[in-house]
């Protein structure tokens, strides 16, 4: 069974406060997706998460000493 069809079996089964829910919460997923998509290839996240910005380095510094 495909994943839209299993949406639309469980879809089926919930009351109108459970779908107003739902509805709520797959509006919400849709407009994040968005912004979390222009947000990742951004170039200051691109920076953000980049090897040369990585702190746990320096953080982690004394652990990674005693090992």
């Keep these: 069974m495909s994943i839209r069809q299993e949406l639309l079996n469980a879809i089926e089964q919930l009351n109108d406060d459970q779908l107003s829910t739902l509805l709520d919460l797959a509006l919400s997923l849709k407009s994040a997706k968005k912004s979390i998509h222009s947000t990742v290839e951004s170039q200051a996240y ?3 998460v980049s090897p040369e910005n990585d ?10 000493t005693t090992r």
């Design 46 to 48: 691109q920076d953000w």
């Design 55 to 64: 702190i746990y380095d320096e953080v982690f510094a004394d652990e990674l």
